[in-house]
T-cell receptor, first 111, second 113 residues
């Protein structure tokens, strides 16, 4: 069964910390995405990558950066965590237009 | 105006009812349409995928796309309590081979036993 694995289900971090969220897919997909999901706002795209070492900003990139050193791994970095970054973070991957495969999500709380 | 609009619900129906979930959109360039189901505290899972206009059926689920009205629907027949979840529509236009989807905010469905 194809899989997108996010390293943590729940995280609690302090304001100002640097936070790393890891995502690994085993499907050899070119495209990988990071979304955040908030009540009433739905899924908002933070960053995406269509190839190794390639990245593009999504709709809300401020305060975030990403890294894709290997095809199967896409990392989201919160440079200095703030309380307004408390959210559910979802990683997804795709090869074609036939939709995404999502990970189970990481619920991040910044205190 | 949002590119994709979806009623957040919640929508409560009795077991066995036919459920209709809908999204409207503004970008006529959208060609790929999807429905995802998301259970509480889980990631979304792909339910239905449709290219361009028309209907697609898979078991109890039917997806419809009306491009002239910029309107898509998901019908669930013989709804079950296990269908209780949030349903997200998503759509995309091809762009340099990167299929970036725009999501609706989701409709929360409760099927009552």
């Amino acid at each position: 069964d194809v899989k997108v694995t996010q390293s943590s289900r729940y995280l609690v971090k302090r304001t100002g910390e640097k936070v790393f969220l890891e995502c690994v897919q085993d499907m050899d997909h070119e495209n990988m995405f990071w979304y955040r999901q908030d009540p009433g706002l739905g899924l908002r795209l933070i960053y995406f990558s269509y190839d190794v070492k390639m990245k593009e900003k999504g709709d809300i990139p401020e305060g975030y950066s990403v890294s894709r050193e290997k095809k199967e791994r896409f990392s989201l970095i919160l440079e200095s965590a703030s309380t307004n970054q408390t959210s559910m973070y979802l990683c997804a991957s795709s090869r074609t237009e036939n939709g995404y495969t999502f990970g189970s999500g990481t619920r991040l709380t910044v205190v | 105006q949002k590119e994709v609009e979806q009623d957040p619900g919640p929508l409560s129906v009795p077991e066995g009812a036919i459920v209709s979930l809908n999204c409207t959109y503004s970008n006529s360039a959208f060609q790929y349409f999807m429905w995802y189901r998301q259970y509480s505290r889980k990631g979304p899972e792909l339910l239905m995928y449709t290219y361009s206009s028309g209907n697609k059926e898979d078991g109890r689920f039917t997806a419809q796309v009306d491009k002239s009205s910029k309107y898509i629907s998901l019908f669930i027949r013989d709804s079950q309590p296990s269908d209780s979840a949030t349903y997200l529509c998503a759509m995309s236009r091809p762009s340099s081979g990167t299929y970036k989807y725009i999501f609706g905010t989701g409709t929360r469905l409760k099927v009552l036993a």
